[in-house]
C-alpha cells in the first residue's frame, strides 16, 4: 500500500509542478485538479513555526512533505516576533542566516525589571555565543521567508485555506486527515501525520490524549503604543502594586503584553476604555498621552495564557510537536523557539529512518518525545517558578510594590549573573543542532 501510496502523490506532484511552472501557485494548481484526495508521506497539519521548519527540513532531506494551513496567509497579530539564539543557529545550520539577516529587524541585548523607579536589570546577552541578541521579526516575515525557501523543494508543498476538521483512524493506525478548502472536503492520506497545529490543536482533540494541566495564574493583554526615540529600549518587565506589564521594543512602537489575573478579562473589559487606559498610565507615566492611542477593546487582544504537556506525544501514525505536545507561558517568550527545537529533532528522526528504509514506528516516534520531552519540563518548571513568585506575588500585592530580595539585587550587578537567564532563555535545554547528513540539496 505504500508503493501505491507514494505512486499517487508523485503523479499529483508531478501535476502540481505542470500547473506552476504556467504561473499559477501551489494552491490554485490544486483547486484546478479538481480532486477531493492527496497522498503523500509526511502530513504536517498547521503552518505556524514548528510546521514549516518541519517541512523545510523534510523537503531539503528529500522526503515528500505537505503542509496545510488552515488561514490564506501567516498575517496575523500579536504572535510570538522574538527568533533566539536557539533559532538563529538552526538558520545557521541550513546556510540560512544570511538571507534571514537581510529580513528587517531589530536586535535586543538585555531585559530589565521597573519596580516604581527601581531599575534591576534582568537578562544580558552579551557575551553568550554564537549569537548575543533576540531577533525580533516579525512573525508572518520569518514564515513567509521560511516557505519561500521550502518551496524550492520539489517534495515539499504548503496548502493554504486548508482547515483540518478530523483525523483518519482505521484499525487503531492514523493514516490521514480530514480537511475543509474553497473547493470542497480534502482527504489527505499519509504515511505520519504530524500535529504542529498549536494550542487549541485538532489533532490532539481528535487523538483525546490525555494532557497534564500545569496552571497559569494569569492572562496577557496585548496591545500597541507608538514609541519614541528618546525611550528606554530593550524588553522590560514593570511591577506595580497588583499589576505590571511587559513592554517589547518593536522599534517603531511598544508591544505590550498587560497581565491580569486568570479569567479577569471579561469583567475588565466592561468597563470603559478610559480606565484600562488609566491602569497602563499608572505603570508607566511616561505613556499617559501615548495610551489615548488605544480607542476601543478592539485594539486590545486577550491570550489565555496555560502550560499544559501530553503524557504522549505520539499514537501509531501520529506526532505532536510544539503547543500542540506542551503548550507554554508567554514567559520568557520561548514558545516558538523550543516548537522549532521540536522540529529540528524530529526532522532528524524522520529524515534518518526513511533514509534508512525503517518504518516511522513507535520507536521512531518515542524518540522524537524522548529526545524533547526533558527540555521542555525543565522549562516549563521555570516558568511556574516565574509565575508563581513574580507573577502571582506582584498580582496580589495591591498595597505595597513586590520586594526583590537583597541577593538577587546584588547579584543582578554582575553580566555573568544575568547572562545565566539570558542563556536559558535564549538557547533552552538540549540544544538541538540539524542534522545536515540527511540534507540531499
Not at 496548502?159 to 474553497?182: F, R
Not at 530580595?405 to 550587578?413: A, D, K, Q, T
Amino acid at each position: 500500500m505504500g508503493a501505491h501510496l507514494r505512486e499517487l502523490s508523485l503523479g499529483f506532484q508531478a501535476f502540481l509542478e505542470l500547473l506552476e511552472n504556467r504561473g499559477l501557485p501551489t494552491q490554485q494548481a490544486y483547486l484546478m485538479t479538481n480532486k477531493n484526495n492527496i497522498c503523500t508521506d509526511i502530513c504536517i497539519v498547521g503552518g505556524g513555526p514548528a510546521g514549516i521548519m518541519l517541512g523545510y527540513l523534510l523537503a531539503r532531506s528529500g522526503v515528500e512533505v505537505i503542509v496545510l494551513e488552515k488561514h490564506s496567509d501567516f498575517l496575523r497579530d500579536f504572535r510570538g516576533d522574538t527568533v533566539h539564539p536557539s533559532t538563529l543557529e538552526v538558520l545557521n545550520d541550513c546556510g540560512l542566516k544570511d538571507k534571514f539577516d537581510a529580513i528587517p529587524q531589530h536586535h535586543i541585548q538585555d531585559a530589565a525589571f521597573h519596580i516604581g523607579t527601581e531599575v534591576l536589570p534582568l537578562m544580558d546577552f552579551r557575551g553568550l555565543k554564537p549569537f548575543d541578541y533576540l531577533a525580533l521579526v516579525p512573525q508572518w516575515d520569518f514564515l513567509n521567508f521560511m516557505a519561500k525557501e521550502a518551496k524550492q523543494y520539489a517534495s515539499f508543498q504548503l496548502l493554504v485555506d486548508c482547515e483540518v476538521t478530523s483525523v483518519i483512524i482505521e484499525s487503531g493506525v492514523v493514516n490521514g486527515v480530514m480537511a475543509t478548502t474553497p473547493a470542497g472536503a480534502l482527504e489527505v492520506r499519509a504515511a505520519l501525520v504530524v500535529g504542529c497545529d498549536g494550542r487549541h490543536s485538532t489533532v490532539r482533540k481528535a487523538l483525546d490524549l490525555k494532557v497534564t494541566d500545569l496552571g497559569a495564574p494569569m492572562d496577557a493583554l496585548w496591545f500597541r503604543l507608538p514609541r519614541e526615540d528618546t525611550d528606554a529600549g530593550g524588553l522590560e518587565a514593570v511591577l506595580g502594586a497588583g499589576h505590571m506589564m511587559v513592554m517589547i521594543d518593536r522599534r517603531d512602537y511598544w508591544q505590550i503584553a498587560y497581565v491580569v489575573p486568570k479569567g479577569s478579562d471579561a469583567e475588565l473589559r466592561e468597563q470603559p476604555i478610559s480606565e484600562f487606559r488609566r491602569l497602563v498610565a499608572s505603570l508607566a507615566p511616561e505613556l499617559k498621552a501615548r495610551c489615548d492611542s488605544i480607542q476601543s477593546w478592539d485594539e486590545v487582544k486577550t491570550l489565555v495564557v496555560g502550560v499544559d504537556r501530553l503524557e504522549r506525544w505520539h499514537v501509531p501514525g501520529a506526532l505532536l510537536i510544539g503547543d500542540a505536545a506542551h503548550t507554554m507561558s508567554p514567559i520568557g517568550g520561548v514558545g516558538i523557539n523550543l516548537a522549532i527545537q521540536d522540529a529540528v529533532a524530529a526532522a532528524n528522526v524522520i529524515a534518518k529512518t526513511r533514509r534508512e528504509n525503517r518504518p516511522l514506528d513507535k520507536n521512531a516516534l518515542s524518540e522524537v518525545q524522548r529526545r524533547r520531552e526533558k527540555p521542555t519540563k525543565r522549562l516549563q518548571t521555570l516558568q511556574i517558578i516565574a509565575q508563581n513568585r513574580v507573577v502571582s506575588g506582584t498580582l496580589e500585592s495591591t498595597r505595597e510594590l513586590p520586594k526583590i530580595p537583597p541577593l538577587v539585587r546584588w547579584l543582578s550587578r554582575f553580566r555573568r549573573f544575568r547572562n545565566i537567564p539570558a542563556k536559558i532563555v535564549g538557547y533552552g535545554f538540549g540544544r538541538e543542532r540539524v542534522d545536515r547528513s540527511n540534507f540531499k540539496f
